[in-house]
């Protein structure tokens, strides 16, 4: 059992960050549970079966929390540490494929949905955006920080054009905070906050 809750303790630090705070600690539980409770809550409101709401779950457990914690400083500086270079970030981004469940979760309900385009295509932009973005951030460090702020409010503003998600609508307002605003710029932080002790 110890070894069990040591390798817990060495996985949520690497997740949170080694030099996470206790308050980085209590809101980074606190918005994974807001997120775990509110959206599989509005994913039935909005017509999603049982699957669905577990999906919007899990969805919202990676994408709540994670939009927080990456953008604090404890994590931004784990995932700018030496040794962590543009491939470790293309690595992190290419896992979240997101935007295909997403499309799954709205193709099971009924009603009518925000988007207007096909959800094969929706998912595609989104998908395809949040790569582009992150190869543009890590190919020009000197201009990380605007071009993290910038290619988040792009995302936000594809996914207006594209039409939200009927059962996620808060999905771009995490996706894009947590990995291009958080993880691949580090934006809300200085070269200084971020180099080595």
């Not at 994670?66 to 470790?88: F, H, I, L, M, S």
């Amino acid at each position: 059992m110890t070894g069990t809750v040591a390798t817990l303790r060495r996985a949520w630090g690497e997740f949170v960050g080694p030099e996470a705070t206790p308050v980085n600690h209590a809101l980074t539980a606190l918005t994974t549970l807001v997120g775990a409770v509110a959206a599989p809550a509005a994913a039935r409101a909005r017509g999603a079966d049982s699957r669905r709401a577990a999906a919007a779950f899990l969805l919202a457990v990676d994408l709540s929390g994670g939009a927080y914690v990456n953008n604090t400083r404890a994590c931004a500086r784990w995932y700018e540490r030496p040794g962590q270079g543009d491939g470790a970030h293309y690595a992190f981004a290419s896992l979240h494929v997101h935007p295909a469940a997403v499309a799954w979760l709205d193709a099971g309900t009924a009603g009518p949905g925000g988007r207007r385009v096909h959800p094969a295509v929706w998912a595609a932009a989104q998908y395809g955006y949040l790569m582009a973005a992150t190869v543009v951030v890590r190919r020009n460090p000197a201009r990380r920080r605007v071009l993290g702020v910038a290619l988040t409010a792009g995302g936000l503003a594809l996914d207006a054009a594209l039409g939200p998600s009927r059962v996620a609508p808060w999905f771009a307002w995490t996706y894009y905070p947590k990995l291009v605003l958080g993880h691949a710029s580090a934006a809300l932080w200085s070269d200084e906050d971020l180099a080595p002790a």
